[in-house]
């Protein structure tokens, strides 16, 4: 399938988003393609430039920092539905998103859009850590070896006997690292049940070796990859948390056994994320062990990731049709 196959999508889409770098890939293809964003931000201003529709929140209401960081806020602004009511012409808006929310889905029933993209009950069952390490186990696939706690119940000491000197915890809900933590001693535990209380967590042992990360699309009976990327660790100035993301390398450099056991570890995740339903983009996590170079699969993110919008334009410089470009024919033209 060829990437001029999005030219003749004449449906709009709007995809709204905090932050409109998230926006960017496909603005140059599609022919009814908007962007909704919060930040009023110098690349705003670029893009209005090169030709591109952008309507940017804080620039139109001349003040910042006052709007809800997230998309379902913005999208329920009178602005924003001003803005998608002209743009639409009477058309039903298909509006796309980088993490769902209830809220946006709240929204999009209200006032009659079309969702690009799965629900936010579907997307938890695997990016919720602790539901995704219970369905590895249940299917077999090759997931970082851990258990889980209650945080209250659990001592410091039985983390070492099980796990080594440092542990990795884990809650279920989280990104860019922030809900993950490498426990170095007791105080570092107590510190987090007095924070967090009597939840759910994941505890594994800590992997010292390198994250790789590998997109995904379930497009119809098919299951597209991308290459993997390593994923570059963020300076400790630039990030407030310790597992949080600096960018990502492509080509990863990883051997030959590496990669094809990444590529078989998606397509086996691909199926269990087909057989309930979920289509479209998604995201894995996977650990490289330095030592002994074997591949653990650590996280699923069930959504549109982070590293989408620079690998998008990575495809079109090679010609393919985008892992994106599946992710939306997957919800508008019923894989037909």
Request: glycine fraction near 6%; charge should be neutral; proline fraction near 3%.
């Amino acid at each position: 399938m060829e990437k001029e196959i999005l030219r003749q999508i004449n449906k709009p889409i709007f995809y709204v988003t905090n932050d409109v770098s998230r926006a960017v890939g496909l603005e140059k293809i599609l022919p009814d393609y908007h962007i909704v964003c919060l930040d009023d931000h110098p690349l705003v201003t670029y893009l209005l430039k090169e030709g591109v529709s952008v309507f940017c929140l804080e620039r139109e209401l001349g003040r910042q920092n006052e709007i809800a960081r997230n998309a379902g806020t913005i999208l329920s602004h009178p602005l924003v539905l001003s803005f998608i009511k002209e743009k639409s012409k009477k058309e039903t808006p298909n509006v796309l998103f980088f993490k769902p929310q209830k809220r946006i889905e709240f929204i999009a029933k209200k006032f009659g859009f079309n969702l690009i993209g799965n629900s936010t009950d579907l997307s938890r069952i695997f990016e919720d850590k602790i539901s995704f390490l219970n369905i590895c186990l249940e299917n077999n696939l090759k997931i970082v070896p851990g258990e889980i706690y209650n945080l209250n119940n659990i001592k410091y000491s039985d983390l070492v006997k099980r796990f080594g000197n440092q542990t990795v915890i884990q809650f279920g809900r989280g990104w860019a690292g922030n809900s993950t933590y490498f426990l170095r001693s007791e105080d570092e535990l107590e510190k987090i049940k007095e924070e967090n209380g009597n939840i759910e967590i994941r505890a594994s042992r800590f992997i010292n070796g390198i994250t790789v990360l590998n997109n995904a699309v379930i497009y119809g009976e098919n299951t597209f990859i991308s290459s993997p990327a390593v994923q570059i660790k963020a300076e400790q100035i630039l990030t407030s948390t310790q597992g949080g993301t600096g960018g990502r390398q492509w080509p990863a450099k990883l051997n030959q056994r590496q990669e094809k056991e990444i590529e078989a570890i998606t397509f086996e995740v691909a199926k269990v994320m087909k057989r309930k339903g979920y289509r479209g983009i998604f995201g894995l996590d996977f650990l490289v062990e330095e030592v002994s170079e074997e591949v653990y699969l650590s996280e699923n993110n069930a959504r549109i990731t982070a590293s989408v919008p620079f690998y998008t334009k990575l495809e079109l410089s090679k010609g393919c049709l985008p892992l994106l470009g599946f992710h939306l024919l997957s919800f508008l033209h019923n894989n037909e």
